[in-house]
């Protein structure tokens, strides 16, 4: 331990305390011993420091800060300095700002394209979420704080996300939801990891040895803390003994005492609790230093710029038609959507910066040499289709050469906390685009959406461009792309399907009830499709450049690839090249390509560049589920190089030797697995899969409810008034949407609707503790009067037990501040 002389001065009460908030977003201080909190922030595209009131769904506002492009956009930009460098940015801001932690990077899987946070979230690919968080970790912390990867692990739904447990087999936990955070921690370095609030395979995470132990710590050799996610804690001294340091926030000293009493009861040791404080210490004391120096202001306008630059390299060109696009200088448009006044650049939720300024299509269209003719709102962002809107769109697309319609999705859709209920752009959006097609057919349609989009009106717009969500200088840089200015280079991240019914995980997401079931294994995103071999709307990997690139002379050795790719358009401009890797063996199921390296290159027109891509430890490796480790099958290998997932340019194949493990898979047992063909996976086959019985799916009605279940779950309740409550609860949602409240709705779902009852004693801060939740429980459960009655009873014991301990308190001050006189 490195500071064991400093924890044997403590008494097992302030050890304790180390292991949870002071208050929402600070850690607990020791100011007799020299031992200060730490200010933990969201993250993760800019900081949310919130001064006054606290809150974890971004209600609230925070000290202004730079909104950099959320995690979804930086992805496209594949260029893994562009990570660092926007690292280092963020890394400022919040040395500035005093935070020691930043809460992010978002690296979850993209498992499904309706989760609601997945604009918060790299990609489908755990290599390319890998390689951008390490990468943004390494920035973040090159300023003397600490990055905090999140939500380890499993957690790809928002819905019942404090409740729900995900069953997954060990090596799709392994090879898709697990690499991107073995990345994190082993290349990127974080000296902090938030626990997820969902169980896997029947356990909370921050409470599974598996995940925390076995995985994080023994074999990754973790050494950094372990956070809980806001109100995440469900048995404190489980969460313990997992290795969990840090329980936030605050839950003005309960489960301290739980700890406590663990210990003296002898059911664990005090050394475990040691270990726990000896890691805090370590990333309190080293990231305070930083603020020991005289920290300046960080710049706003050399940030913002910063930010535009971000946005330019990972906004994605989708489709050209007639190279309508770079539009020439003079061009006359008609700028039409909502969206190009009112940008949509960040998510909703806990991500929320409050912009240090916001740039607007409209106000930056002078610089980009394009003419304005004028601009028209054509659709109520959250309203719903409207004739007059409509009409003055379309007398405004009949004036212009060409219209610049700017379309999205809106805040209130993609959200923490919540799902999306459909991967349609608003009807009334596309309404507009139908009619305006009508009267111009030079339409480019930039969107802003933190997520994919179906788009079975693709064929009516010549121009696509996808900024996804672009921070608050993404309007500026869009422009600087039609305009020319910028060339694009960004690839997506992710996938397009066709339609939503198409993705792999159609029929097992979101999971509604106890459990959500991971049927579709290893196969999510592209490698879902290209091995089932689905038509897609935009292959992973794919976007448009406004030059043309040409690969050739394929070397393939033990080290790597090597290639030329040469610039033949007349524009210079970047190209992202993909490495991906197929075994020729059939003997172990696998997707027919996976990610394994990529390079992002800068070429002048004419220029020709030789790149190498190297392998490293994870391009040949598998998870073999009987040896319980990493292996690598001996086989011909087919090596691709591609501009996308679905557009190689080269191909050779090396051997390579194996491992000789064992084969894992009975073939006749799995045949969706070993086909691909996984989006209707039998409950048997899974079975086979998980190689054990799945756990009840439903929730049991008969039982009485307990702290683990969700209000939601009231709808059955024996107690009359909690069935009550539950409706009225529905009734409020439902009105509130009705009304068009749609971000008040919202927020009931995050909130109240899917909170667990002990989430009520976790997020109130002590006001409300566990005995008070059996109080609520028994009223819930039918025994009102009882409940009540306990409920009341806990509440005046737990007034007096703070009376008595803040009088001791100030005996303790003033006979030490006596014995210094
Ligand atoms: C989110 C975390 C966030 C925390 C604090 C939670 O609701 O899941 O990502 O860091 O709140 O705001």
């Not at 930086?74 to 932690?101: D, M, P």
């Not at 379309?394 to 999705?409: H, N, R, S, T």
């Not at 209920?421 to 111009?440: A, F, G, H, R, Y």
């Amino acid at each position: 331990m490195k500071y064991r002389k400093l924890i044997e001065k403590m008494t097992l009460e302030e050890k304790a305390s180390l292991m949870s908030g002071k208050d929402f977003w600070q850690s607990m201080d020791i100011q007799r011993l020299g031992i200060n909190s730490m200010f933990l922030s969201d993250g993760p595209h800019g900081i949310r420091k919130q001064a006054a009131a606290a809150d974890h769904l971004g209600l609230n506002p925070s000290i202004p800060s730079t909104c950099f492009p959320t995690a979804a956009t930086i992805a496209n930009s594949w260029n893994q300095g562009l990570g660092e460098k926007l690292g280092e940015f963020l890394g400022e801001e919040a040395v500035s700002l005093k935070v020691n932690v930043l809460l992010g990077p978002g690296i979850n899987m993209k498992r499904n394209p309706l989760c609601g946070r997945n604009f918060e979230y790299f990609s489908e690919d755990p290599y390319l979420a890998g390689k951008m968080a390490a990468n943004y970790i390494k920035g973040i912390q090159s300023k003397g704080i600490s990055a905090c990867v999140k939500h380890f692990a499993v957690n790809n739904q928002e819905e019942r996300r404090m409740a729900i447990d995900t069953i997954v087999d060990e090596r799709t936990l392994r090879e898709i939801y697990l690499t991107a955070f073995e990345m994190a921690i082993k290349e990127g370095g974080t000296k902090a990891v938030m626990s997820s609030y969902n169980m896997l395979n029947g356990t909370y995470a921050n409470e599974n040895l598996h995940l925390m132990q076995d995985i994080l710590r023994d074999e990754w050799g973790y050494k950094g803390v372990v956070v809980t996610d806001w109100g995440g804690s469900n048995d404190r001294v489980a969460g313990l003994l997992a290795g969990n340091e840090l329980e936030m926030p605050t839950t003005g000293g309960e489960t301290n005492i739980d700890i406590e009493n663990s210990i003296r009861s002898g059911e664990i040791k005090e050394e475990v609790l040691d270990e726990c404080v000896d890691r805090i210490l370590d990333l309190i004391f080293t990231t305070e230093d930083v603020f020991k120096q005289s920290s300046e202001d960080f710049n706003l306008d050399k940030n913002h710029r910063m930010a535009q630059l971000a946005a330019e390299e990972s906004i994605v060109l989708l489709k050209n038609e007639k190279n309508i696009l770079p539009l020439k200088p003079g061009t006359k448009v008609g700028v039409i959507g909502d969206f190009a006044k009112n940008p949509r650049y960040q998510g909703a939720g806990s991500s929320v910066v409050n912009p240090t300024k916001l740039d607007k299509t409209f106000e930056c269209l002078d610089e980009s040499g394009i003419v304005s003719l004028g601009y028209a709102p054509g659709f109520k962002r959250y309203g719903k289709k409207s004739s007059k809107l409509i009409r003055e769109a379309c007398e405004l697309a009949q004036k212009a050469e060409v219209v610049l319609l700017y379309l999205g999705l809106d805040e209130a859709t993609e959200a923490e906390g919540l799902d999306r209920q459909n991967m349609k752009l608003p009807q009334n959006q596309i309404d507009l685009l139908e009619e305006v097609s009508k009267v111009n057919s030079n339409i480019i349609a930039v969107l802003s959406c933190g997520s994919v989009v179906e788009m079975p009106w693709i064929y009516k717009v010549k121009g696509l461009l996808h900024g996804y969500l672009g921070g608050q200088a993404g309007a500026r840089a869009m422009l600087r792309i039609i305009s020319g200015d910028v060339n694009p280079s960004g690839k997506l991240a992710e996938t397009y399907p066709i339609s939503y019914e198409d993705t792999p995980s159609f029929n097992n997401f979101p999971g509604k009830e106890v459990t959500v079931e991971y049927r579709e294994g290893i196969y999510i995103g592209y490698r879902y499709y290209d091995t089932a071999d689905i038509e897609v709307l935009f292959p992973f990997g794919y976007g448009l450049n406004y030059t043309t690139f040409e690969y050739s002379d394929i070397e393939v050795n033990r080290e790597g690839v090597t290639f030329k790719i040469k610039n033949i358009g007349k524009f210079a401009g970047k190209e992202v090249a993909q490495l991906y890797i197929g075994c020729t063996s059939k003997n172990i199921f696998r997707p027919a390509k996976e990610l394994k390296g990529f390079i992002k290159v800068f070429i002048n027109a004419g220029e020709t560049k030789k790149v190498t891509i190297p392998f490293d430890d994870k391009t040949f490796r598998y998870f073999n589920v009987k040896t319980n480790k990493w292996e690598v099958e001996e086989a011909d290998y087919e090596i691709m190089v591609g501009a996308s997932s679905r557009d190689i340019k080269l191909t050779d194949v090396i051997f390579i030797e194996g491992t000789g493990a064992s084969l894992p898979y009975d073939k006749y047992k799995l045949p969706s697995y070993f086909s691909g063909e996984v989006k209707n996976v039998s409950e048997d086959e899974f079975e086979a899969l998980i190689e054990k019985k799945l756990p009840e799916a439903k929730w049991d009605r008969s039982k009485p409810l307990g702290y683990n279940d969700t209000v939601a779950q009231c709808q059955y309740a024996k107690g009359a008034v909690a069935r009550f409550a539950f409706k009225l609860i529905s009734f409020a949602y439902w009105f509130l949407r009705k009304i068009g409240k749609r971000k008040t709705a919202n927020i009931i779902m995050m909130s109240i609707y899917h909170m667990p009852f002990r989430g009520i004693a976790r997020m109130t801060g002590g006001v409300i503790n566990m005995p008070m939740v059996d109080g609520i429980l028994m009223m819930a459960n039918g025994h009102f009067f009882k409940g009540l009655n306990h409920f009341l009873k806990e509440r005046r014991k737990m007034l007096k037990n703070n009376k008595i301990k803040s009088a001791s308190k100030v005996e303790k001050i003033s006979t030490e501040a006596a014995k210094e006189r």
